[in-house]
């Protein structure tokens, strides 16, 4: 309270904006390799909008926050900002004219930037076309639209300082660590987070999130488990938006795929060498204590005595429904999914040919990503040559697709355990279409 009652942080002075000349080619060059790795397009690109002109709409669980134009228009961009402005919003969260702004935009991990990468970034972004464009403004609800209270959280859970070397670690570790942990915000996506939208650290870090209605897998221990990446997978995917082994990327991560395809192998190599040595440590399930034999004989006793005929008909009914479910499913699979997908069937259509059994989304703890795949389809894919994928959300139901997904995961991960039924679920995941 004290810190939110601070005053409030002071606007700062407008400029009639840089010489261009300040910056060279090179420097030029630097910064649009890193607004590459931080994917700054895709969120500052409003569907059918200008490069970077804002206005894109950010579903957060504290309500919609639209993206600014961060072109260097004078009136409507940051044209007239200092590079003691724009490196206060990037280290800081504080917008220009004072205000504070909200960690939806990754200032938490921007910090981490090396001054010469901050001031590349922002020559790169200052010689790129002004475009005039007022996003809408981004109103919350009480108590959220009183920013000053992000002092407080800034207070709690930002750090501002820069990526510091570990010693200890090798020159592509190092590398890896600052991409990763700074502009390239893998936590932003990747990580859990508190009930007061902060990443979470510790074990926590990396251990898988949530982005616009899909999971984003753990990346803390991709070296480790069944379904494990070896380093030369995760730099193919990284690379091309395709492996074999685990699938597509689709979603939220397509668009960053365009981003790191800009990005030196070197960089790429570092990024996997630091994914690949986290320490992948998983909490173990607390296994239930042993039963006595009093226990044991006394369940025993209560499982006689309620197993009548009325639970033997539920067992029959459940079995019926589930073998009619995987019918279902099997018959949608058979007309709109084998020709693209069923392993020695003909030729490769639309680019790549996942094979279903490889797929991470298939032996996922959650559906969701498999059911935004089938219902959106890939519209815009990583990259060209991996074809797209058309969206059956008009065509199938929600008890169609439920019935495709529990065959779906039966055949292709049937070590697995199977998905709940929810229809409930795939209705939500409708409302997630992707901007067209």
């Not at 919609?64 to 206060?88: C, H, K, L, M």
């Not at 919003?89 to 990468?117: C, N």
Request: aromatic fraction near 8%.
């Amino acid at each position: 309270l004290a810190t939110t009652m601070w005053p409030l942080k002071p606007a700062l002075p407008l400029t009639a904006g840089p010489d261009p000349t300040l910056y060279s080619a090179q420097a030029i060059e630097r910064g649009r390799l890193v607004a590459a790795a931080g994917d700054c397009v895709a969120c500052h690109t409003a569907p059918g909008g200008a490069r970077n002109a804002g206005g894109l709409a950010l579903d957060t669980p504290f309500g919609v926050i639209y993206t600014t134009n961060i072109t260097p228009d004078p009136q409507t961009g940051i044209g007239r900002w200092s590079f003691a402005a724009f490196e206060r919003a990037m280290r800081h969260g504080v917008h220009q004219d004072g205000r504070q702004l909200y960690p939806a935009f990754p200032y938490t991990a921007y910090a981490k930037l090396s001054d010469a990468d901050m001031q590349a970034l922002y020559g790169y972004l200052m010689s790129q076309p002004a475009v005039a464009a007022t996003p809408p403004r981004t109103e919350l609800g009480f108590p959220f639209n009183l920013r000053p209270l992000l002092a407080g959280w800034n207070l709690l859970f930002h750090d501002p300082k820069p990526f510091t070397p570990d010693p200890s670690r090798d020159a592509a570790w190092n590398r890896g660590a600052y991409l990763v942990e700074g502009v390239g915000h893998c936590a932003a996506c990747h990580s859990p987070r508190s009930a007061l939208g902060a990443e979470k650290g510790g074990l926590a870090y990396l251990a898988g999130g949530q982005a616009e209605g899909w999971n984003a897998p753990a990346l803390n221990r991709l070296a480790s488990g069944e379904r494990a990446w070896s380093g030369e997978e995760l730099y193919h995917y990284l690379r091309t938006g395709y492996s074999p082994r685990h699938g597509v990327a689709a979603g939220p991560m397509a668009p960053v795929i365009h981003g790191l395809a800009e990005l030196p192998d070197s960089d790429l190599r570092a990024i996997v060498t630091y994914l690949t040595a986290l320490p992948g440590q998983v909490r173990p399930a607390t296994p239930p204590a042993p039963a006595t034999g009093a226990a044991i004989a006394a369940a025993s006793s209560r499982a006689a005595a309620s197993a009548d005929a009325d639970s033997a008909s539920i067992a029959v009914d459940a079995e019926t429904t589930r073998t009619l479910r995987r019918a279902s499913g099997e018959r949608i699979y058979q007309s709109a999914c084998a020709v693209c997908h069923e392993p020695g069937s003909g030729p490769t259509l639309f680019g790549a040919k996942p094979l279903l059994a490889q797929n991470t989304n298939l032996h996922a703890a959650s559906p969701d990503n498999l059911v935004q795949v089938i219902l959106h389809g890939i519209q815009a894919p990583a990259d060209d040559a991996l074809g797209y994928m058309p969206g059956f959300g008009d065509s199938l139901d929600d008890r169609q697709i439920g019935d495709l997904i529990d065959y779906l995961r039966a055949r292709f991960a049937p070590e697995e355990k199977a998905w709940p039924v929810d229809t409930t679920t795939i209705g939500r995941l409708r409302q997630h279409a992707p901007p067209q």
